[in-house]
C-alpha cells in the first residue's frame, strides 16, 4: 500500500468566503472537479486507483500494481501539471528504496530532499537538487521495465540502462550537488532566486561574496580518475579545476576540494 505522509502536503488553511448568512448571494461558486480538490485529497484519489491488496516486496508486488505504476508514469501525471505533482508525489516515494538500495558503495545519494515547512508542494518540480532529475529518469525506465516484464515472458530487462545510470550520471549529478553545498558554505557558489525553492541554506555558510558563481553556471566532468569543475560563460564551457579521485573515495572528499579550490581561484580570476 502507498503510503502517503500526510505532513508532507498539508491541505489549505480555512478560510471564510462570506460573512453574511445563507443563502449567501455574494459567494461565486468555483470548479468543485477533480482539480479543485486540495492536494492531500487528490493523492487519496490517485492512492484507491491502485490495487486493493499489495505487497511491500518489490519482489512479489503483484502485475497489477506495476500496471497502476506505468500508467501514472506514462499517462497520467502527463494530464496537467496537478497531476503531474501528484503522481510525482507517489511514483518518488514508492521508488525511492529501490533507488537507494542500488547506489554504488561508498557513494551517498540524495534525490528526493523533504521541502521545508515554508516551500510549497510546487517545489517537487522546482527542484534544484540535479540528482533528482537522474531519479526521474530512472523511475522512468524502472515503471516500463517492470510493466514489459510482467507483460511478456520474452522480454529482457536490459541492465545497461542501469548500468550507465548509476556509474555515471548518478555518482555525477551527486558531485555537482555537494557542491553547491560546500560551495555555498564557503561563499563561492549561489542560488539564483527563481531557482532557489527547495533549497536550504546552511546555518554555518558564509555570506556570499561579489564574485560568487552561480549554480547554474557549474556542472562536472566525471571520470574513474579525476573530476573537473566545469564553468559556462558566455555559451561556452571551459573546465577551470580538476582534482584526482582515489578508488572507493568518497563524493564528499572530492566536493570540498573543488569548493576550497573554487575559493582561490576566484580571487585570482
Known amino acids: 500500500m502507498v503510503v502517503i505522509d500526510e505532513k508532507a502536503i498539508s491541505p489549505p488553511p480555512y478560510a471564510p468566503t462570506s460573512s453574511s448568512s445563507p443563502p449567501f448571494p455574494g459567494l461565486r461558486f468555483h470548479s468543485t472537479g477533480v482539480l479543485a480538490l486540495p492536494p492531500i485529497l487528490l493523492l487519496h484519489v490517485i492512492d484507491m486507483t491502485f490495487p486493493e491488496t499489495q505487497s511491500i516486496d518489490e519482489d512479489i508486488t503483484p502485475g497489477s500494481r506495476r500496471s497502476t505504476l506505468y500508467w501514472l508514469t506514462y499517462h497520467l501525471r502527463l494530464v496537467n501539471h496537478t497531476f503531474y505533482i501528484a503522481c510525482m508525489h507517489i511514483l518518488r516515494s514508492t521508488y525511492l528504496p529501490v533507488y537507494q538500495s542500488l547506489i554504488r558503495a561508498p557513494y551517498t545519494s540524495d534525490p528526493f530532499p523533504a521541502p521545508s515547512s515554508a516551500t510549497s508542494h510546487d517545489s517537487l518540480l522546482g527542484t534544484i537538487q540535479r540528482e533528482t532529475r537522474v531519479f526521474d529518469i530512472f523511475i522512468a525506465l524502472k515503471a516500463r521495465e517492470d510493466f514489459f516484464m510482467d507483460a511478456s515472458e520474452l ?54 561574496r561579489e564574485g560568487s558563481v552561480p549554480f547554474s553556471a557549474l556542472s562536472i566532468s566525471f571520470s574513474p580518475r579525476k573530476v573537473g569543475l566545469v564553468l559556462m560563460t558566455s555559451g561556452r564551457k571551459r573546465t577551470i579545476l580538476e582534482v584526482t579521485r582515489v578508488p572507493n573515495e568518497k563524493l564528499e572528499i572530492p566536493a570540498k576540494k573543488l569548493a576550497k579550490q573554487l575559493r582561490v581561484w576566484l580571487d585570482y580570476a
Open 155 to 208: 522480454h529482457i530487462i536490459r541492465e545497461e540502462l542501469f548500468k550507465d545510470l548509476f556509474d555515471l550520471m548518478q555518482p555525477r549529478s551527486r558531485l555537482e550537488d555537494l557542491v553547491r553545498h560546500y560551495g555555498m558554505r564557503e561563499g563561492v557558489v549561489h542560488v539564483t532566486s527563481s531557482n532557489a525553492r527547495g533549497e536550504t541554506a546552511s546555518r554555518h555558510a558564509r555570506p556570499s
